[in-house]
């Protein structure tokens, strides 16, 4: 941090002047960056009916307000669908993410050449495409309906499983394994009495946290036709039944609140 | 362990801890989960017909991986990828710059009551809804394009990042914070020079990583019109284009695995 004489006095300043000169350039292009993605944004845009949007929208919500409350009676197959969706699928995805987080973990793949980069593949495809795609996806190869759904939950929950697992077994206490291994155990024995106590905590921990997000996602799935609440949503929003949409999404926002509710009180009683 | 204990376990063979100690709660769940798991699988209709037939088309999309057509509809994949990450760079400058007064105001140390009230509700409300269900309410308000697209992944980066920064601050040092006000500093500066050296490293991070999420959400914004790759994959998907289905899945893996490379890099420059 230089300290600059001026006018017989000393001056503090946080940083050099060139240090101040490089960031205000690099400002300066991220600002450019930015005007130029607007440009393109605004050059894309209706502006017509950006400035009729508040008419629009109040007009929405004149036609939303009061929900139709009757309709719950309806929604009662769907909501055990979503509930279905994402449980089942956070189940296959457990499953299929343990094998490939002891894969991925350097201190457990049976070769960091091969097997590992292989392993970090499958979690990197997976967790980078949305189950949205990935719902679309299986309905274009399986056809519509919940099935589809479970199976998008699932391959997507793969890698965000697999990943915090597998970060989660490389900070694991040697001293444990090497203390089990001391013993004449087998590789198995090791695995099953020196890393997988130290690893539960996490698993149930990420396996609940997992739940919680993909109970979220469930509900929207039924938009491309993969089951749920979110097919009632998609029908009601065909035939512009805003007061079947905005009850749907009290349902949903409710469900949202009690499924983060149920994660956050297991993961405190874990932890 | 008291002695009597020991002296009760001498000659039995050692058994391993159960996870959940107490037992009636522990094969109440167990018993429970299973129960749910029957009825659910039960209420899961699988054509296995439609699956069957459809292996086949499965088969085919994973063999399209191998030749990706990124050359046929080279046009629209370029244009909806710029329409991504044009979407992505503006919603996540504007969203960062207006969750970081909102993340002040919604951390209970820094911020007046009232103020953070009001800011937890706009966090509260934003991580509720869904990016999906946003976007289709903002298409509906705004119409098709970009537009809709950008306001819902600025809304949904002011939630995200808003919390993680509150609570950031909630727990950062007070004993520079207050070495900064000691000093005389106004609340700017205090701002400036006691809470903002602290929390940088990790805002920059969770930007980046947030960038990664506005990334990955903008591909399917286009599902409901608001912009983006989406619409293209959906239309190659519809029309069973496998081959520029899976060039624009890679396109996206890629980008998204380039995306945390790059802030990894930032990250550990950062810290």
Known sequence: MPVLEKEGTQVWRRRTASETLIRWFGWLIGVAVFMLCWQRISEATTWFFVWDAPRIASDIWNRATPPRWEYITQLGRPIWDTLNIATLGTLIALCLA?????????????????????????????????????????????????????IAIAIRSIGFCAKLLYEAIEEIDHGQVEAITAT???????????????????????????????????????????????????????????????????????AVVISEWVSAKVRGAII | MSHRELDDMLGKGWRKPHFIAN??????????????????????????????????????????????????????????????IVMTVAASVVGILISIPIGLGAARNIAPLPVYVICRGIVAISRALQEIIVAILLVAIFGFGPLAGFLTLSFATIGFLSKLLAEDIESMDKVQAEAIRA?????????????????????????????????????????????????????????????????????????????EYLSGIIRARVQ
Do not use: C
């Open chain 1, 98 to 150: 343990v094998p490939v987080a002891f894969l991925a973990a350097r201190n457990t793949t049976p070769s960091a050449l091969f097997v590992r980069p292989f392993a970090l593949l499958i979690i990197v495809a997976t967790r980078s495409i949305n189950s949205l795609i990935w719902a679309l996806l299986l309905i274009a190869i399986i056809g519509p309906g919940v099935f589809a759904g479970v």
């Open chain 1, 184 to 254: 004449g155990a087998s590789r198995w024995q090791v695995m099953a009495y020196g890393i997988v106590p130290q690893i539960l905590p996490a698993f149930a921990g990420i396996a609940v946290f997992r739940w919680d997000i993909n109970i979220r996602e469930s509900t929207v799935l039924g938009l491309v036709g993969a089951g749920g609440v979110g097919l009632q949503l998609s029908a009601s929003l065909n035939v512009l039944a805003w007061p079947q949409v905005s009850l749907i999404l009290i349902v949903i926002l409710v």
């Open chain 2, 23 to 84: 037992p009636a709660l522990r094969w109440g769940l167990i018993v429970g989960f299973a129960a749910y798991l029957v009825a659910a699988v039960m209420t899961i209709e699988v054509d296995w017909a439609r699956v069957y037939a459809g292996l086949d088309r499965g088969g085919q999309f994973i063999l399209s991986f191998t030749r990706p057509d990124f050359v046929t509809r080279a046009g629209d994949i370029w244009s909806g990828l710029l329409e991504s």
């Open chain 2, 183 to 259: 000093s005389g500093a106004r609340w700017m500066q205090w701002i400036n020079y006691g809470v903002q050296p602290q929390v940088m490293p990790r805002l920059v991070g969770l930007s980046m990583y947030r960038i990664d999420i506005n990334f990955r959400e903008s591909a399917i914004l286009g599902l409901v019109g608001a912009g983006g790759i989406g619409a293209t994959l959906n239309t190659a998907f519809d029309r069973y284009e496998y081959d520029t289905a899976a060039a624009i899945l890679i396109l996206i893996i890629g980008i998204v695995m380039a995306l």
